[in-house]
């Protein structure tokens, strides 16, 4: 335990020296930061990073902005847009399967429309449904088991004031 939290402690500090160094304008780059830890690769696009890759030898995690993971896509609410930092994913070490991916989306639809658009895409799949109202609005969730490879969970949010809903997508594969 001690050596995974020294190695992401590690990843932790060269992450923090990679991110400040990703506001420099320019054209396709890669940068690659090693420590006995592991190493950090950061692919960066005019100036904008792109793909981050942590490796240890607990697993790699790696942090992409602008895409959506392919896992992730059937479940995606027609219309909705990604938000800021809205996709990541995190795999282990290859020879264990596993890993998650999550993504951030917003659409202007009220938050009960996309309630019956996921009870009518998912009830096929049996998920299992909450809702509850709270003092900022309406919040929601579907997850979605898979017998031996983890599943999908969906949270929905009201946005205050009529303005949309926001949606996390988080698929975890065992």
């Given at each position: 335990?001690?050596?995974?939290?020294?190695?992401?402690?590690a990843?932790?500090?060269?992450?923090?020296?990679?991110?400040?160094f990703?506001?420099?304008?320019?054209?396709?780059?890669?940068?690659?930061?090693?420590?006995?830890?592991?190493?950090?690769?950061?692919?960066?696009?005019?100036?904008?990073?792109?793909?981050?890759?942590?490796?240890?030898?607990?697993?790699?995690?790696t942090?992409?902005?602008?895409?959506?993971?392919?896992?992730?896509?059937?479940?995606?609410?027609?219309?909705?847009?990604?938000?800021?930092?809205?996709?990541?994913?995190?795999?282990?070490?290859?020879?264990?399967?596993?890993?998650?991916?999550?993504?951030?989306?917003?659409?202007?639809?009220?938050?009960?429309?996309?309630i019956?658009?996921?009870?009518?895409?998912?009830?096929?799949?049996?998920?299992?449904?909450?809702?509850?109202?709270?003092?900022?609005?309406?919040?929601a969730?579907?997850?979605?088991?898979?017998?031996?490879?983890?599943?999908?969970?969906?949270?929905?949010?009201?946005?205050?004031?009529?303005?949309?809903?926001?949606i996390?997508?988080?698929?975890?594969?065992?």
């Open positions: 335990m001690a050596n995974i939290m020294k190695s992401l402690f990843a932790t500090c060269i992450s923090i020296v990679v991110l400040s990703a506001g420099c304008k320019g054209k396709e780059k890669t940068r690659l930061y090693s420590t006995k830890e592991g190493k950090v690769e950061v692919k960066e696009s005019g100036g904008e990073m792109q793909e981050m890759k942590i490796t240890t030898k607990e697993g790699t995690a942090f992409r902005t602008g895409e959506i993971s392919e896992d992730i896509k059937p479940f995606v609410y027609p219309g909705a847009s990604r938000k800021e930092g809205g996709a990541w994913s995190i795999q282990t070490n290859k020879e264990k399967a596993g890993g998650i991916s999550s993504t951030y989306l917003s659409t202007k639809d009220d938050i009960d429309r996309v019956a658009y996921y009870k009518e895409s998912l009830k096929d799949k049996k998920p299992e449904y909450a809702e509850m109202t709270t003092p900022n609005g309406k919040m969730s579907f997850t979605v088991k898979e017998p031996d490879r983890g599943g999908v969970t969906i949270v929905l949010n009201e946005i205050p004031q009529g303005k949309g809903t926001e996390h997508i988080t698929k975890v594969i065992r």
